[in-house]
């Protein structure tokens, strides 16, 4: 009989779009959409640049209080406050801080959605200077026809290139891969 649970990542993604929808339609009804954008993205560069940080969000061990209390701290410290700040307590008191940036990443997407662009999640190896991302996103415009709001993540063991995925489209030009492929023709070869 086959297993009909969810997996962990599908749960995790449902909570995240029900957080991601409540927040974005709570901004759009108090008009500070731009705002909440900015606040998330200092949140998100927050996350992605502190692997403590990220152990308090993630790790069950520590109750809902003190991770309530240290992304007080955090937010209080990089001057985030009002919605953001109310919502990121209220997801800590909810035991789910562990799919903040599934969140941001899902507000993000309705985020583009409500302004007629497409969202790309992109994973780079080194962090993308603003050229590189004013032309990435030019590229992808031309692509897919949209203007193209980027959601970049860096992850050091692509070793070099990007994977751009947008929708269910994925392109990875990462060296990970291509000496992933290569041992794999090395092995069929010998």
């Given at each position: 009989?086959?297993?009909?649970?969810?997996?962990?990542?599908?749960?995790?993604?449902?909570?995240?779009?029900?957080?991601?929808?409540?927040?974005?339609?709570?901004?759009?009804?108090?008009?500070?959409?731009?705002?909440?954008?900015?606040?998330l993205?200092?949140?998100?560069?927050?996350?992605?640049?502190?692997?403590?940080?990220?152990?308090?969000?993630?790790?069950?061990?520590?109750?809902?209080e003190?991770?309530?209390?240290?992304?007080?701290?955090?937010?209080?410290?990089?001057?985030?406050?009002?919605?953001?700040?109310?919502?990121?307590?209220?997801?800590?008191?909810?035991?789910?801080?562990f799919?903040?940036?599934?969140?941001?990443?899902?507000?993000?997407?309705?985020?583009?959605?409500?302004?007629?662009?497409?969202?790309?999640?992109?994973?780079?190896?080194?962090?993308?200077?603003?050229?590189?991302?004013?032309?990435?996103k030019?590229?992808?415009?031309?692509?897919?026809?949209?203007?193209?709001?980027?959601?970049?993540?860096?992850?050091?063991?692509?070793?070099?290139?990007?994977?751009?995925?947008?929708?269910?489209?994925?392109?990875?030009?990462?060296?990970?891969?291509?000496?992933?492929?290569?041992?794999?023709?090395?092995?069929?070869?010998?």
């Amino acid at each position: 009989m086959a297993d009909s649970a969810p997996s962990a990542s599908g749960q995790i993604s449902g909570v995240a779009e029900r957080y991601a929808s409540a927040l974005f339609e709570l901004a759009v009804s108090e008009k500070k959409i731009p705002a909440v954008d900015k606040d998330l993205r200092r949140l998100n560069d927050l996350l992605n640049g502190s692997d403590d940080l990220m152990r308090v969000i993630k790790s069950p061990v520590f109750a809902a209080e003190d991770q309530q209390n240290a992304t007080a701290a955090v937010l209080k410290k990089a001057k985030i406050s009002g919605l953001v700040a109310n919502f990121v307590n209220v997801v800590a008191g909810n035991r789910r801080l562990f799919a903040m940036p599934e969140i941001i990443r899902s507000f993000r997407q309705k985020l583009a959605a409500h302004r007629g662009e497409i969202s790309a999640q992109v994973s780079v190896a080194h962090a993308l200077s603003a050229a590189q991302t004013k032309e990435l996103k030019t590229t992808l415009k031309g692509v897919v026809g949209k203007d193209v709001l980027l959601d970049v993540t860096v992850d050091p063991s692509l070793l070099g290139g990007m994977i751009v995925k947008i929708g269910s489209r994925q392109i990875d030009t990462s060296i990970k891969t291509k000496l992933s492929s290569l041992k794999l023709a090395l092995k069929e070869v010998g």
